[in-house]
């Protein structure tokens, strides 16, 4: 079982709006604004697209945008294209001084 | 270029020992904390061990506590994973990741593939 929960699998249209969800604890997401997601696509290394929550690493789509409320983060990818389809994972910092995952959501693009 | 590059990976029994390594190139290495990550295959990605740039500061998922030593040579740009004890648990792709900021990894090597089996 991961720290963090994310949904299994998340599905949306070309041009669409999707949110992948992340859900941790007062001991992690909620107490820090060290979250990271990673893409990653079948058979590839993991890529960083956002950092401390809401920043972008030079080179990621601006369709790609985070926030945070409380023990939950999210992930919201605009403008959906098929080369988004991809796991993606979420990961937090957390008091013990330790790094968590998420379980990982499958983005299916219909 | 940027290079991460894992090795070491193989094959061996449950109890044995294995040591991955990772050679990183195209940046100051000594610079920057770098991390393991593993993956099992078809799952999900797991958190390992961390070294700071100078390698005075170690923390190590608890599942690997006790078994694990992580492990850098600043004068040969390397990484080093000690693994002891090994369990069919342990089984998995390994990544060595560079961090960028906090706790976040903006370069990853290509993995090493460590199967624990009898």
Known sequence: QSALTQPASVSGSPGQSIT????????????????????????????????????????VSNRFSGSKSGNTASLTISGLRAEDE???????????RILVFGGGTKLIVL | QV?????GGGV????????????????????????????????????VALISSDGSIRYYADSVKGRFTISRDNSKNTLSLQMDSLRAGDAALYYCARERGF??????????????SS
């Open chain 1, 20 to 59: 992948i969800s992340c859900t941790g604890s007062s001991s992690d997401v909620g107490d820090y604004n060290y979250v990271s997601w990673y893409q990653q696509h079948p058979g590839k290394a993991p890529k960083l697209m956002l950092y401390d929550v809401t920043n972008r690493p030079s080179g």
């Open chain 2, 12 to 47: 061996v029994q449950p109890g044995s020992s294995l040591r991955l390594s990772c050679a990183a190139s195209g940046f100051p290495f000594s610079a920057y904390a770098v991390h393991w990550v593993r993956q099992a295959p078809g799952k999900g990605l797991e958190w």
């Open chain 2, 3 to 7: 290079h991460l590059v894992e090795s």
């Open chain 1, 86 to 96: 991809a796991d993606y994972f979420c990961t937090s910092y957390t008091s013990r």
């Open chain 2, 103 to 116: 706790y976040a990894f903006d370069m990853w090597g290509q993995g090493t593939m460590v199967t624990v």
